[in-house]
């Protein structure tokens, strides 16, 4: 057989061998009461299992090996983190274990214990030629309640992991929600191509200087822009001029540094996208709503949240404009749909979660994840790729808690530590 630890980790966790007659190696008796807890730190495998040997009941640790002579090789001998080890469980037991004191440590030996169809069904799942994922064979199959209690773990998980990177640049804004918002909101409306620039320009323009002029949205957008770097240029329009008259005064005013205007991205992106277009709604969204993060913790409904970015109107110059002195056919240059939803997804929802983990209220979290299930699931390969293999995939909280699955479980054959590779592997 072809085996790894992590397997007999598995089987001994959910006690899926033969325990009929248990005995360890010298012929005691062995009845397992609890398995114990699976320690992911340094130390024995299971903490806190119980047992009984003969007469005596055991409490204490378990330790996992392919072979007996594993111990001594992992260097266990000397260390006296393994001195509580209570049962020492194996495939192969090539020799006995006796601890420094003296004691021997009993042993269970599973080599006949494991059933082939179970070893089969892990050795095709982890070892076998899928192209995508190692269920692609089987995932069609798994039930409704457990795909969707796996992939709410997972999704907190996810949510867990990118709530660190909120807690990160809250520190760095001294414990300020509002500015760390605006900071991610920025990046965001860079939708991937531009949000360096788009998250550079929100930092060097701090919140508190916009607010100072946000009664005057021709101040808001000159700061906007001008941070951005395209005010540094000469123009026929009266709209720039007038950006640049307005910019030209706050940068004294405010000891403005704009970030270079290089780094802006136009090739391959649909007019519609045009980082001039993205930072104009940005101005307008700054117009209309500022404090914008505690307007989102008030708002309890999915349609009101996603009124904050339908009802933003910019200035009327980019009706027949996508850049600065360039005419165009005129157009509406108002959010789409599915850029409102990229927003409220990687940025709404974010922050809820990471708002509700930092105050310990649930109440936010739990708003978080509706949002999720209330948004569209996003169009990739790989949840297109999960479709075909007949998961049913309807909303961003399923396709989120899906890219999550595949990257760090999937990718990493982590079929044992899966929800959905734990119920296949299951015997019927």
Same mark, same amino acid.
């Given at each position: 057989?072809?085996l790894?630890?992590?397997?007999l980790?598995?089987i001994?966790?959910?006690?899926l061998?033969e +325990?009929q ?5 010298d012929g005691e008796e062995?009845?397992?009461f609890?398995a114990g807890l ?5 130390g024995p495998d299971?903490?806190?299992? +119980?047992?009984?040997i003969g007469?005596?009941v ?8 392919? /072979?007996?002579s594993?111990w001594?090789?992992?260097?266990h001998?000397?260390?006296g983190a ?11 037991d090539?020799a006995?274990l006796?601890?420094?004191n003296?004691r021997k440590?009993?042993?269970l030996?599973?080599q006949?214990r494991?059933s082939e169809?179970l070893y ?13 994922i190692?269920c692609?064979? /089987? ?14 773990r997972v999704?907190?998980?996810?949510m867990?992991?990118?709530?660190a990177?909120?807690t ?6 001294k ?8 900071q ?6 860079g ?14 323009l701090p919140q508190l200087? #916009?607010?100072?002029n946000?009664n005057n949205?021709?101040q808001?957008?000159?700061l ?6 395209f005010?540094?240029?000469e ?7 007038? #950006?640049?008259?307005e910019?030209?005064y706050?940068?004294k005013k405010y ?9 802006w991205k ?5 007019p ?5 277009? +993205? #930072?104009?709604?940005?101005a307008?969204?700054i117009?209309?709503a500022?404090?914008?993060?505690s307007k ?8 009101a949240?996603r009124g ?10 980019w ?11 005129p ?5 789409g749909?599915?850029?409102i939803?990229?927003?409220l997804?990687?940025?709404?929802a974010?922050f809820?979660?990471?708002?509700g983990?930092?105050h310990q ?5 739990s708003r /978080?994840l509706k949002l999720l ?5 996003e ?18 909280f399923? /396709?989120?808690a ?19 590779g734990?119920k296949i592997l299951?015997?019927?």
């Amino acid at each position: 057989m072809l085996l790894t630890e992590d397997f007999l980790h598995y089987i001994w966790k959910f006690r899926l061998f033969e +325990r009929q007659n248990l005995q360890t190696t010298d012929g005691e008796e062995l009845e397992i009461f609890s398995a114990g807890l699976h320690n992911s730190d340094s130390g024995p495998d299971f903490h806190n299992a +119980r047992i009984r040997i003969g007469e005596t009941v055991w409490a204490g640790n378990v330790e996992v090996h392919l /072979s007996a002579s594993d111990w001594q090789k992992h260097g266990h001998t000397n260390d006296g983190a393994y001195n509580n080890v209570i049962l020492h469980v194996v495939y192969r037991d090539d020799a006995p274990l006796f601890l420094p004191n003296g004691r021997k440590v009993p042993t269970l030996e599973l080599q006949n214990r494991i059933s082939e169809e179970l070893y089969n069904k892990y050795h095709k799942l982890v070892f076998g030629n899928q192209t995508f994922i190692p269920c692609e064979n /089987s995932i069609g199959t798994v039930d409704g309640l457990t795909m969707q209690n796996w992939l709410t773990r997972v999704l907190v998980e996810r949510m867990e992991k990118r709530q660190a990177n909120v807690t990160a640049t809250l520190a760095l804004n001294k414990g300020d929600w509002e500015e760390t918002f605006y900071q991610f909101l920025a990046a965001n409306f860079g939708f991937k191509v531009n949000a360096l620039p788009f998250e550079l320009m929100a930092k060097s323009l701090p919140q508190l200087t #916009l607010a100072k002029n946000k009664n005057n949205p021709m101040q808001i957008e000159a700061l906007i822009f001008g941070q951005a770097g395209f005010l540094d240029a000469e123009f026929k329009d009266e709209y720039p001029l007038k #950006l640049q008259k307005e910019y030209a005064y706050l940068r004294k005013k405010y000891n403005l540094t704009p970030i270079e205007n290089h780094l802006w991205k136009f090739m391959r992106l649909r007019p519609q996208n045009f980082p001039t277009i +993205r #930072l104009a709604q940005f101005a307008a969204l700054i117009v209309q709503a500022n404090h914008l993060l505690s307007k989102i913790l008030e708002i309890k409904e999915v349609k009101a949240l996603r009124g904050l970015f339908t009802e933003i109107k910019i200035n009327d110059y980019w009706d027949d404009h996508y850049r600065f002195d360039v005419p165009s056919k005129p157009s509406s240059k108002n959010m789409g749909d599915g850029s409102i939803d990229i927003l409220l997804l990687n940025t709404v929802a974010l922050f809820l979660f990471s708002y509700g983990k930092q105050h310990q209220q649930q109440y936010y979290i739990s708003r /978080s994840l509706k949002l999720l299930e209330n948004l569209p699931a996003e169009k990739n390969n790989i949840i297109s790729d999960f479709v075909n293999l007949g998961v049913k995939i309807d909303t961003a909280f399923e /396709s989120q808690a899906l890219l999550e699955l595949k990257n760090n479980y999937c990718n990493y054959k982590k079929c044992l530590q899966c929800g959905v590779g734990n119920k296949i592997l299951k015997p019927a």
